[in-house]
């Protein structure tokens, strides 16, 4: 008779609903998507118990870490229900760097976290490459991440999303920095709603009597894959703009709209003053509105309304930096001023 390493009945954890061959075979799989987003200060490859990053080999000579984390929230419930699941690995790095560039930080290294009740390779796959697709457009290495299977813990094909991004920038040059009355606020266009508001997007669909799979009613293609349009990039166009110089803030405009990021800026005693006909609303959000009637105070401190990121600068140096972010590829509104105050106010109507 042996004695140790079997119990009677013969479990294994792969019968417990962990399979520890298809991890492994997953990390193998996404290997390549990793590898070609190293960058300079990247020192190690995906398989280790931590990894490494030289903040001197990335060209730092007195640097400050900036860190930031954040998820999809439940837009992953209509990823998970149409199965369209390649984008939201964009989402979730989108909304980490984008975070950190408002405080003047290039992204370094980004690290994911996924988790599901039974790991399908293909489909965590396909989310890790998307991963890396955010990863190489904003310039920052996927050097590691955990891939946890939890039996019981989440429904059939359900899974969660957490995203870990650090950067760095040379002490004395965090942001907001210089906010004044009089600087010039210019939007950079969103990509739609991004990740955020989704719990009343979801409801609004229902209430329309939409399904995933039916045809958009506020633009190409089918409903959910609509809505599935992943987060907008900016990190390398704002870092060529503070780069340039007259950059004084940067709010990503995530939940909570223009109408709560926005004064996240903006020093004690001064607001901002927002021409709402600065800029058409895109299709989708007038949608909304008008299907759950929205009040438009709801909706501005709900969505980001078509901007998606907005940079407080000196006022002459407006002109210049609308041109160089233009140049980079991003569609820029002027939509007011920094003036003296509390909050957000706004002129006109959304339309």
């Not at 995933?212 to 409903?223: C, I, K, L, Y």
């Not at 990190?235 to 004064?263: F, K, M, Y």
Request: charged residues 20%.
């Amino acid at each position: 008779m042996t004695s140790g390493t079997s119990g009677k009945n013969g479990m294994t954890y792969a019968e417990a609903g962990v399979d520890i061959d298809a991890g492994n075979a997953l990390v193998d799989r996404i290997k390549p998507a990793a590898k070609r987003t190293d960058r300079a200060g990247v020192m190690s490859g995906l398989g280790g118990f931590g990894a490494l990053f030289d903040l001197k080999g990335a060209g730092y000579s007195d640097p400050i870490l900036v860190a930031a984390t954040d998820g999809v929230g439940t837009k992953l419930r209509i990823a998970i229900d149409t199965g369209l699941v390649d984008g939201v690995g964009v989402d979730l790095v989108a909304m980490c760097v984008n975070d950190l560039v408002c405080q003047g930080a290039e992204p370094l290294f980004f690290l994911d976290y996924f988790a599901t009740g039974k790991l399908e390779t293909d489909v965590a796959a396909r989310i890790v490459e998307g991963i890396a697709d955010g990863c190489a457009a904003s310039g920052c290495a996927l050097i590691g991440g955990e891939t946890a299977e939890m039996p019981g813990m989440y429904p059939p094909g359900d899974f969660d999303l957490a995203g870990f991004a650090v950067g760095a920038m040379e002490r004395g040059t965090a942001l907001p920095d210089g906010v004044g009355e009089g600087d010039v606020l210019l939007g950079l266009a969103s990509d739609g709603l991004h990740s955020n508001g989704y719990s009343l997007v979801r409801r609004l669909v229902e209430h329309a009597g939409l399904g995933w799979d039916d045809a958009s009613p506020f633009g190409e293609g089918q409903v959910g894959e609509a809505l599935l349009a992943p987060t907008r990039l900016y990190v390398r166009p704002v870092l060529s703009a503070i780069r340039a110089g007259g950059v004084h803030g940067l709010a990503h405009i995530t939940g909570g709209g223009l109408t709560e990021n926005l004064p996240r800026v903006l020093p004690e005693g001064l607001g901002a003053e927002i021409d709402l006909g600065a800029w058409t609303l895109p299709p989708v959000f007038a949608w909304m509105a008008q299907v759950g009637g929205i009040a438009e105070a709801e909706m501005l401190k709900t969505f980001n309304c078509g901007i998606g990121m907005v940079v407080v600068c000196a006022a002459d140096q407006a002109e210049a930096l609308t041109a160089l972010l233009e140049g980079e590829g991003e569609t820029v509104h002027r939509l007011g001023h920094v003036a003296a105050g509390e909050g957000v106010r706004y002129a006109g109507a959304l339309a």
